[in-house]
T-cell receptor
Framework: GEDVEQSLFLSVREGDSSVINCTYTDSSSTYLYWYKQEPGAGLQLLTYIFSNMDMKQDQRLTVLLNKKDKHLSLRIADTQTGDSAIYFCALVSGNTPLVFGKGTRLSVIA | DTEVTQTPKHLVMGMTNKKSLKCEQHMGHRAMYWYKQKAKKPPELMFVYSYEKLSINESVPSRFSPECPNSSLLNLHLHALQPEDSALYLC????????????????FGPGTRLLVL
């Protein structure tokens, strides 16, 4: 089955850019998502990218997809303290349900 | 509107109690999901309903009983739970469950935090 890997922690200073990385194993993954989870809350869909795209930009968020290396990244420009949360990479391939990475805890230092 | 609502927000129950979690969406989605999430872990899929029929049961113990009364509502009935069942229970919905990937984009509710004593 699909295996999705993320680094567990990232710490950045307020105003800097954050880059959260994700690698996966199934090359047939068709939709790739980033979800944000704040403490005690549910998962908020931040953005997604189709496998026929290389990049998607949405305000402060930029998603890059390298299909050859099976690598997905989320860049947050001008990171704010409100961006502190856990970020989950998640993928859909074929008829399988959503597969999540373990999540990256982003800490923003003021 | 991409809102999924869940009630209650918090629930404390004893091991002999019977309680229910409720989930509602009005986006016209035909697939609904229950997930269990332990602290510092990703969500784990429990059940999938597609067109009001149970399509996936991820080997969940029978003390958890899902129900989909109509296309907008999803319930999770709880009975004789164990302390290890304490977790955040998340509901999600998507346009479709088993069709093309675009319809699988899932929208999550805020969750019910369950504590079993």
């Amino acid at each position: 089955g699909e295996d999705v890997e993320q680094s567990l922690f990232l710490s950045v200073r307020e105003g800097d850019s954050s880059v959260i990385n994700c690698t996966y194993t199934d090359s047939s993954s068709t939709y790739l998502y980033w979800y944000k989870q704040e403490p005690g809350a549910g998962l908020q869909l931040l953005t997604y990218i189709f496998s026929n795209m290389d990049m998607k930009q949405d305000q402060r968020l930029t998603v890059l997809l390298n299909k050859k290396d099976k690598h997905l990244s989320l860049r947050i420009a001008d990171t704010q303290t409100g961006d502190s949360a856990i970020y989950f990479c998640a993928l859909v391939s074929g008829n399988t349900p959503l597969v999540f990475g373990k999540g990256t805890r982003l800490s923003v230092i003021a | 509107d991409t809102e999924v609502t869940q009630t209650p927000k918090h629930l404390v129950m004893g091991m002999t109690n019977k309680k229910s979690l409720k989930c509602e969406q009005h986006m016209g989605h035909r697939a609904m999901y229950w997930y269990k999430q332990k602290a510092k872990k990703p969500p784990e899929l429990m059940f999938v309903y597609s067109y009001e029929k149970l399509s996936i049961n991820e080997s969940v113990p029978s003390r958890f009983s899902p129900e989909c009364p109509n296309s907008s509502l999803l319930n999770l009935h709880l009975h004789a739970l164990q302390p290890e069942d304490s977790a955040l229970y998340l509901c999600a919905s998507s346009q479709e469950a088993l069709a093309g990937a675009q319809g699988k984009t899932q929208y999550f509710g805020p969750g019910t935090r369950l504590l079993v004593l």
